[in-house]
């Protein structure tokens, strides 16, 4: 499985972002799909989560209500709609996905500022 992950950008505090994260290869596969992020100086932590099983979605608890993850079948794309951005979202932010192995794609800068 390849992700190219997209759509990172600039923003003020308040505004929204929304990423992208296009999937090719064995897809079929694919139990979870998620996104990650890595702050400066910080480890990497889970965002939010999805089941392709189910459908159930899964939020780190200080971006409930405010990021939305969804994924579109028919194109083979994730997305993260990031809407109220805080300063404390700066980050990396890493789609990901998990076959029996897990999938990193290449990482997206959104930086929030104050």
């Known amino acids: 499985v390849q992700l190219q992950a997209s759509g990172g950008g600039l923003v003020q505090a308040g505004g929204s972002l929304r990423l992208s994260c296009a999937a090719s290869?064995?897809?079929?596969?694919?139990?979870?799909m998620g996104w990650f992020r890595q702050a400066p100086g910080k480890q990497r932590e889970v965002v939010a989560t999805l089941n392709t099983r189910g459908g159930n979605t899964n939020y780190t608890e200080s971006v409930k209500g405010r990021f939305t993850i969804s994924r579109d079948i028919a194109d083979n794309r994730m997305y993260l709609q990031m809407n109220s951005l805080k300063p404390e979202d700066t980050a990396v932010y890493y789609c990901w996905c998990y076959t029996g192995q897990n999938y990193w794609g290449q990482g997206t800068q959104v930086t929030v500022s104050s």
């Open positions: 290869g064995t897809i079929f596969d694919i139990r979870q």
